[in-house]
């Protein structure tokens, strides 16, 4: 009868000390959105839900025949926000964004959209 009136009392137990799940991090905004079509811009801003750790984590723009864009990139204080500064405004066409996050817990994240400039 002992161990029938410990065990929830240890299941309690348990459950109390453990700590919420860890998500993984994710791309939570962007600018240009994905599959979005706007005017010339010469900033990609991403915005993600943990603080990156800044070795690991980045950003590639690409246009349409697959050619990688020559880009100055920046990460905001917080960690959440990667910020990108194209050398020229994009012309028209499409365009596809390639992101890797490693976040503070150890988690590696990769992702990719495309928009469209007219």
């Known amino acids: 009868m002992r161990s029938f009136l410990l065990a929830p009392i240890a299941v309690a137990a348990v459950v109390a000390m453990a700590g919420p799940a860890s998500a993984h991090a994710r791309l939570i905004s962007a600018t240009p959105a994905p599959d979005s079509m706007g005017g010339p811009t010469r900033t990609v801003t991403l ?20 050619t990688k864009l020559q880009m100055r990139a920046s990460i905001s204080d917080d960690g959440k926000t990667l910020s990108g500064t194209l050398a020229r405004p994009l012309a028209a066409g499409t365009y596809r964004v390639e992101w890797r996050l490693a976040s503070g817990d150890g988690h ?10 007219h």
């Open 47 to 66: 915005v993600f839900s943990e603080r990156s750790v800044p070795a690991f984590s980045g950003f590639d723009v690409y246009d349409a025949n697959g």
């Open 108 to 117: 590696r994240m990769t992702g990719n959209y495309s928009f469209m400039v």
